[in-house]
């Protein structure tokens, strides 16, 4: 079994006390947050990561505060842990070294939405479904959707390259940044791409910053690429008696080359999870395939057919197309009450988000079973099934259970290799996949990236023990 359990050395402090002091004198004392209650809340995110306090929090409201808060730190050695909304899956915000949270939550400033260009200008604390709602009333469309969207922010996305249904037809967030406001560990300043909707000029920082984890760069202002909004959307929900036929109908959506917008697979555990949250779901159903299809009418109409053709002929219980918007929209909250429903099965829940060939999710589904009875752990599975990336979800209640789930998980990861899948579709590798990474890279390929990070941060201090499991002295 590997282990996940880092230790970083935390400034010390006397160290701390002069951060301290220089932050409140270049910022003000209100965007400064000292040891107290309120501080706990930056030691956690949404993943079962927890950690001791950071030492200080920093609530930046501008971008000078975050550039005065990068030199000061870096004067000072002292680790920066970025955070934005705190719904990560991975512990990307936790602070393993202690030091300084650089939260920017609350530079949340749409600042420009053009509809001619087809572009806009977002802070870092921008709400992604406060962002979708001012896109939308502009006729215009964002696509990516992580179904965090009512609590998770612009910037974290960014730093993740979340995704979430819709990216199966529209691609997730790396997509649509054209270029970003970027501030270096010292404060050295960029403004990395474009702000036009083309351009190839040097090498493309913007892709490199984006998905890298709050490890290279504070981002700022993001200039997002927008496109035009489809006219119709309608859902449908193809319900099966077995999850094998529902992972094999996926692909057989894809392979008659209709492109539905998403299409999410729930197993027997989930739909058990929604009934027992007060969702009616038919009882003979063990698993469900919950797929929108967008366009004009007439587009709307022959792709639900198709899709409906092409999951009836791997076999279906039924197939139901929702009526009306409020039928779409009652369906979609429960998808979105998923992982809080499978959260309410067991004390602990931890979710993977691995990507297999579309083709290989039901054999993926077999071996997940197999392990979970061989190790004697419990688990629930459902995802984004057009792009094959799936979040199985380990439960467990008491702390002797860890080491099994452990084991699982370690099984799961070297299943999906075998397979020919990566370890993370869309939550990144934080500080709980670190570990493993050396299963899927090798040792050349993450010795370079470790060099692509010296480059940006020479000293180690930006969200120091993410996506590389530090050496013995402690840095990444
Ligand atoms: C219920 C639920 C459903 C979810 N569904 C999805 C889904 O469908 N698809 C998906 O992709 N994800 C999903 N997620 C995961 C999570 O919401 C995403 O990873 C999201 O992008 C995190 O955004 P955040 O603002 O909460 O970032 P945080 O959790 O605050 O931070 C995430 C990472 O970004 C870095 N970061 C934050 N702000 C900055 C900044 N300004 N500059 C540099 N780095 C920064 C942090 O250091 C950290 O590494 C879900 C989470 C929950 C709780």
């Known amino acids: 079994m590997l282990d996940s359990t880092i230790e970083l050395p935390r400034p010390s402090p006397a160290v701390m006390q002069k951060a301290t002091l220089s932050l409140e004198h270049a910022l003000g004392d ?7 209650e309120a501080i706990a809340a930056y030691a956690r995110d949404d993943s079962e990561t927890s950690v001791p306090p950071p030492d200080l929090v920093v609530l930046a409201e501008s971008w000078s505060d975050v550039v005065q808060t990068l030199a000061i730190a870096e004067k000072l050695r002292v680790p920066v ?13 936790v602070p393993l070294a202690g030091g300084i949270v650089l ?3 609350g530079m949340d400033q749409i600042v420009d939405i053009d509809r001619r260009e087809g572009t806009a200008v977002v802070g870092p604390g921008v709400i992604l479904g406060d962002f979708h709602a001012a896109v939308e009333a502009e006729g215009l469309f964002y696509p990516p959707d992580p179904n965090s969207w009512e609590s998770c922010c612009l910037g974290g996305n960014v730093a993740e390259n979340a995704a979430g249904p819709r990216a199966f037809k529209y691609g997730p967030t790396r997509d649509y940044v054209l270029g970003m406001k970027a501030a270096l560990m010292g404060g050295q300043e960029l403004f990395l791409g474009k702000r036009t909707v083309k351009g190839v000029t040097g090498y493309d920082l913007t892709s490199l910053v984006v998905g890298s984890e709050g490890t290279l760069a504070l981002i700022g202002d993001i200039h997002l690429r927008l496109i035009a909004a489809p006219p119709a959307v309608m859902t449908l929900v193809a319900l099966f008696d077995n999850v ?34 007060g969702n009616a779901v038919n009882p003979r159903a063990e698993a469900l395939l919950l797929m929108d299809v967008d366009g004009d009418d007439t587009a709307c109409e022959r792709d639900a057919e198709r899709v ?18 409020a039928h779409r929209d009652r369906l979609w909250a429960a998808r979105r009450q998923m992982s809080g429903a499978v959260r309410k099965m067991a004390r602990h829940k931890l979710s993977e988000d691995i990507v297999v060939p579309r083709q290989k999710i039901a054999e993926l589904l077999t071996r997940v ?22 979040h199985v979800n380990f439960l467990w209640d008491t702390d002797n259970e860890r080491p099994a789930v452990s084991q699982s998980i370690e099984q799961l990861f070297v299943d999906v290799l075998e397979l020919g899948g990566t370890l993370s579709g869309e939550h990144g590798i934080g500080v709980l996949k670190a570990p493993y990474l050396g299963l899927e890279q090798s040792d050349a390929l993450i010795g370079l990236q ?27």
């Open 30 to 36: 209100s965007r400064v947050m000292g040891p107290g």
């Open 81 to 93: 842990t970025p955070r934005a909304g705190g719904t990560g899956r991975t512990g990307g915000a």
């Open 103 to 105: 939260c920017t939550r």
């Open 244 to 277: 094998g036929k529902a992972a094999l109908a996926a692909s057989e959506i894809t392979a008659r080359g209709v492109r539905p917008r998403c299409i999410e697979l729930l197993d027997a555990g989930t739909l058990e999870a929604l009934r027992a949250a």
């Open 308 to 325: 409906a053709d092409a999951a009836d002929s791997i076999g279906t219980i039924e197939v139901l197309v929702a009526q009306s918007a």
């Open 369 to 390: 079973q197999r392990s979970c009875e061989n190790f004697g752990t419990r688990s629930v599975s459902y995802g984004h099934a057009g792009d094959g990336n799936l």
């Open 450 to 476: 470790k060099q692509l990070k010296s480059m940006f941060d020479p000293h180690s201090l930006l969200n120091p023990g993410k996506i590389f499991q530090p050496n013995r002295h402690g840095n990444c």
